[in-house]
């Protein structure tokens, strides 16, 4: 690809990071940031992956573990919230395992977590190892609580942006995305963060998942929210399962007539859904 790389720049955050608005500053040198992600990346798994997006798969999904969130029904909680599982990987070595998968197959690299925030600068030093990359696009699969310092970086080094929009906006002093995924301010920054990718033109995919409870709060403005921007690719998750340490309404199976509402409500505003 032909740009200037961000790499560089996106060293800095190692030891002042302000890639997501927990801003924690030079906490990454000492893990005390809220995300507790040192200067090292980890890697739970790697694998050809068939349960993405049917433009993507098979994926090579690469997930990282650490993460900027708490969601408390986190199916992934094993590596997500703890950062050093897993194996300690240089850029180098992720770059040669991404080629190796491309000769099986990948049809795209796909960065999860976790979440793959705290790792920028991992990813944009692995693409510069890549160097080519054959037309194979790179995927941010994110829950896109991200400052636009972090947006900025990752401008013409990924080619698809796979935000997670789960949350609606508040209904009462604290919204669904700080309550249950330990993000303040969650609404405002996740939809000023897709529409700062919608606005350079650059490909979208947008995850909802169906949550248990949450229809009227998350579902529905969420739905109407992307109804209003034409040209984002919509995907419904619908496979919600309750872990064991779940609580209250998360705790529940997820109703299937939530699963046709929504269906019914993306249908009536046109959505383009991909699955
Ligand atoms: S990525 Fe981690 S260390 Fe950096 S600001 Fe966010 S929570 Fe803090």
Not at 143 to 156: K, S
Not at 173 to 194: F, H, K, L, N
Not at 227 to 248: E, F
Not at 250 to 269: C, I, M, S
Request: aromatic content about 6%.
């Amino acid at each position: 690809m032909n740009r200037t790389s961000s790499a560089p720049i996106a060293q800095q955050h190692l030891v002042d990071c302000h890639l997501c608005p927990h801003h924690c500053g030079a906490a990454r040198a000492s893990a005390h940031g809220v995300c507790r992600v040192g200067q090292t990346t980890y890697i739970a798994s790697e694998m050809l992956h068939m349960g993405e997006e049917e433009p993507l798969r098979p994926a090579h999904a690469i997930f990282f573990s650490g993460c900027t969130a708490t969601c408390a029904f986190c199916t992934a909680a094993k590596f997500a919230f703890r950062p050093t599982y897993g194996v300690a990987v240089s850029p180098a070595q992720l770059a040669a395992r991404i080629t190796h998968r491309q000769l099986e197959g990948a049809r795209s690299i796909c960065f999860i977590g976790g979440d793959p925030a705290p790792h920028i600068p991992f990813i944009l030093a692995t693409l510069d190892e890549l160097g080519d990359r054959r037309g194979i696009p790179a995927v941010l699969n994110s829950n896109f609580y991200l400052t636009g310092e972090a947006l900025d970086l990752l401008e013409g080094a990924i080619d698809i942006y796979l935000p997670d929009l789960k949350f609606g906006p508040a209904t009462s002093a604290q919204s669904c995305g700080e309550r249950i995924g330990g993000m303040p301010d969650y609404w405002a920054v996740v939809t000023s963060c897709i529409d700062r990718v919608y606005q350079r033109g650059e490909r979208l995919i947008v995850r909802h998942l169906l949550m248990p409870g949450h229809f009227d709060c998350c579902t529905v403005p969420v739905l109407h929210w992307l109804a209003t921007r034409p040209g984002i690719d919509v995907s419904l998750l619908t496979q919600y399962l309750a872990p064991a340490h779940a609580k209250g309404e998360l705790a529940q199976p997820l109703a299937q007539a939530d699963v046709n509402r929504a269906q019914a409500l993306a249908t009536q505003l046109n959505l383009t859904l991909v699955a």
